[in-house]
């Protein structure tokens, strides 16, 4: 399918603020890049890198009032992702060099601790896909979607105590309960076509059979169409943007829509977000504030 | 100063179980690897692969049984450590890319809850150099050092809580209050000279000025003759031993010693150390025992 | 200065051809990239990689018959680029690790042949700044720029001798010289504002005083408004395209044009080309046809 | 087998000298480095970075005098090399990314201009492993092995013109025709066990069937007990010394013996070399002669 996607953030910041932006999807496997479009108001200077993931990430010092950006992308994308059942656990000993540190723990994903969930969850379940499936389906089932009932520094410790969360929660919690079974896990971020309601978006893929395969426990079926803007351990290595000093989201829109007779951005509906409801996609660090 | 440093690990495991091993140090500023040894009994096939903060690490599968690892190195080291109080903080904006991602909280440094603290600690501290030794003067003077008060799952918010700990947790707090102030901050793990009880060590390093600073909270003095094996976010990243499976530690030594006229390893007096007394310098990973 | 960049390459592939483009221009130092299209036909499976020197790399498999490939971008960039007379030379010692190989001799630039004409063409020069712009100087004035007296198989060591060549000659000349005196240089190849005829066009750049500026040999005056779109150390590293079989360039159209009034695509003046005078934008790789 | 190797080079520069090192063999596939020792006399600061390749590389600055360096290690090797004829070519379309530039032609193996000759010697021979045995068998049988009859600028097409050179000469005519099917090469640097005369070695793998596999046009017949060094594209990248500026090698020691009873060193036989026999060995590189 093709999608127009973009989200367009507006901000009000206090003072310089340093910002670390990750908005830009790498074409790759599933989906290809057919336009981009990236503006930020008022124009800065911006420089881009790549950081340890392999996602593009662009850096900017935000002048003092108001910040926005504005990103649009026309892309394909593959309408169904693969599933597996029966899929085969990768043995430690068999995973890539550079797959290893996605079983370790991260600062939102304590496998360390999740042990016993996870081997309750996955009992009898043949090792591999089947266990990754098992975890989605558990929480899809246990957790209740509910906005607001957790904020930035929510892990996923908390998430399986409290059972309520958003789609970064349910994520973390996945991640961890593979993690906790040697299977390497990892946090996606990025859109999905025809989310209700539209927002940003948090998945998480999981390790078995030689590959990544696709898991959205937010989900009741595996659903296609999705865009990947970023990959990481946890939401501290992919927040859409991560900013290093005081400075307001005022509004945040997200849109996703196909591609349609008249090509796109006129036809997109937009779902408007206040910034209180999205404290998962935003980092905000530290407070050395040398700008006072 | 030349120093023969080395270790041995003797594991029994109950079955096959991988392991990464991060024993290997690297030649590089500072120091100077002249000699090094590395046996694993029984000779099982190794691999070594670079991991994404520049550290040697090797892969192996443990057979079921007694499994052990020997090591030791002759190093050039620095005497002393650099100092610099009144260096400046470098700006967020300033700082090189690979940096960046050593502002962020992790597994064991949740910099994102420690806000308050570091701004009490650091309070009418000139912003660099001086914060960084701030807290590592407040950490040395208010947390009490103590093994067996912590173990592998303890993070910086434990230990700002309990005030006690052992290295791994003086370093943990460290680091995240240092990056609650926007400074980068990782952790090192290593060898000290004259450490007391010897032991596998860790210490953190804070970037200021445009360059990495060491700090040691464990220490009331800054001293040299440090071997570095490797670097990380936290104890996650840096740990000696990963292992995925269950594996038994039953015996560590560890020395350092000066290289003297008899030209080293006989000269050494080792420091035998119960495996209870060193859970933080080894990560336990997960339960997804394929070998039932 | 706003510029609408791209370029439309029409094929016919005698068998399936596996093709590397390298035709995404990053945003980075000096140029961000505003918005993006990049279209290829027919529609084929295409996955993204990052190679060794940070540019982005499309890989395809183009299939019998006729293949285009469709790029466009409008790109912000700097209206003059940095010209500093008398910038010392960068000791080899003070040089940044990944910019060491930049020293080494390479397929199209034999540097280690070249010293003595390096020498006598910056005899009684500052080192530095001052050697790489006589370099560049030197070949404007003594190598004519004519199109057909080279091809992709020409090198550094053949340029200095006939003195005649294109672009991509010129290019590797100037990267030899500077690299006989131990200062390192890269190719670039991208778009340039004005250039005449328009062409894809490549330049190079040189390491002194501790970064990169900007020189091309094919022009009287240093001229900004330039579009990067890959780095390298030669012709072989950053061709446009490479191709692993038969296939033939039929068309190519090149432009760039400032954004204006109407807003840019509509009022591009393309530069037809044929594909017979851009030998040296496109790398045809062995012979190993398993296609037969 | 149990090896142990090493080398000793004897310097004397006329003025402080940059060097970049590259004598430290990584364990890895098929080698693990049991001990190893590295002195440089006299004594300077050294830096390690790991390069492009993955190889580990010293940078020093050899002061005005005489400059030694002493590199030894015990590593055990296998004892055969993989042979696999039959094994399928691997098209470019299902190469690893990071493999594809080997590809490419480079500094001395013009690729590009040997692809008639490549064609010949493997006329009627199956694509893939067979091609590169072809090859290696056709130059172990058509180019005579002779010291003293190519220098450090030496190129494959003149090794494929005149037929006569050392190891590096045979290794770039090998990599040059393999990559003129489209069959990825890499040079490899390192010791083989009772090469006669014993001198540091050069090879070539070639990667078919999904991995690489090691060829050696200088013998006969397939012999493992190789210890690699170092990885590139060719002799350019991955020269044992690079030095910048002047300097000479006065003497050149390589070992490598059996691990006997008494261990060792004491058993060494020496192979005593004279620097004029090992241009090829040694990139002399530029001559911005900043120390007059």
Redesign the interface.
Known sequence: MHLNAGCELLFEAQGPT?L?LMLRP????GQ????????ITP?VN???????Y?N????V?APEGPFSIHFSATV?TADFIDVSPGAP?T???DLP??V??Y?????Y?????L?NL??QITENTE?GYN?AEAIRKWINENVRYEYGTSD??TSAVETADKRVGVCRDFTHLGISLC?????PARMVVGYLYQLNPMDLHAWFEAYVDGRWFTFDATQQQARGNRITVAYGRDA??VAFT?Q?GPMTLNEMKVWVDTVGPDEGENAMTDAEKNSEDVPTLV?S????D?TE
């Not at 079983?103 to 600062?107: D, V």
């Not at 660090?285 to 050395?288: A, H, W």
């Open positions: 340093p670390i790498r074409s790759g496997a290809w890049i057919i336009r981009e479009e990236y503006q124009a911006v420089t881009e890198f790549t950081d340890m392999g593009l990430c662009q850096r010092v394909q656990y043995p430690v000993e060099d550079d290893l540190h079983t370790l723990p991260s600062r994903c304590q496998s360390d601790q042990g996870a081997a090792p266990q930035a520094s993690r906790a079974l040697n299977i501290a290595d991560t290093f980092n660090i530290g407070s050395n040398q």
